[in-house]
Nanobody, 121 residues
Framework: QVQLAESGGGSVQAGGSLRLSCAASGYRNRRYCLGWFRQVPGKEREAVAVKGGRDSTSYADSVKGRFTMSLDSAKRTLYLQMNSLKPEDTAMYYC???????????????WGQGTQVTVAS
């Protein structure tokens, strides 16, 4: 099973930027889905950016053009660059991984502990 550890959350003013990192170990590049999700208390978890093993990255409509997910395979680290942040981006952000070649046909069976992002207006 993949082990995941997020970092990089924090508080920022609207319009600012943050970069989240997710250190991953134990996965196979082309057979695993990797992605970022977020959740606000009382609401369903939302897929922010997800990539299947053989996919391009799918982004939520609310973050397209502002967020970019990237993978440094050598460092086995997944990143989420978040620009032009809005108060509605405030949430706990989680990285996730699991077997699968195309999103949403992924078995996301590994999750990080989450990192809080707070955007002040």
């Amino acid at each position: 099973q993949v082990q995941l550890a997020e970092s990089g959350g924090g508080s920022v003013q609207a319009g600012g930027s943050l970069r989240l990192s997710c250190a991953a170990s134990g996965y196979r590049n082309r057979r695993y889905c990797l992605g970022w999700f977020r959740q606000v208390p009382g609401k369903e978890r939302e897929a922010v950016a997800v990539k299947g093993g053989r996919d391009s990255t799918s982004y939520a409509d609310s973050v397209k053009g502002r967020f970019t997910m990237s993978l440094d395979s050598a460092k086995r680290t997944l990143y989420l660059q978040m620009n032009s942040l809005k108060p509605e981006d405030t949430a706990m952000y989680y990285c996730a991984a699991g077997p699968g070649r195309t999103w949403p046909d992924c078995n996301l069976n590994s999750w990080g502990q989450g990192t809080q992002v707070t955007v002040a207006s």
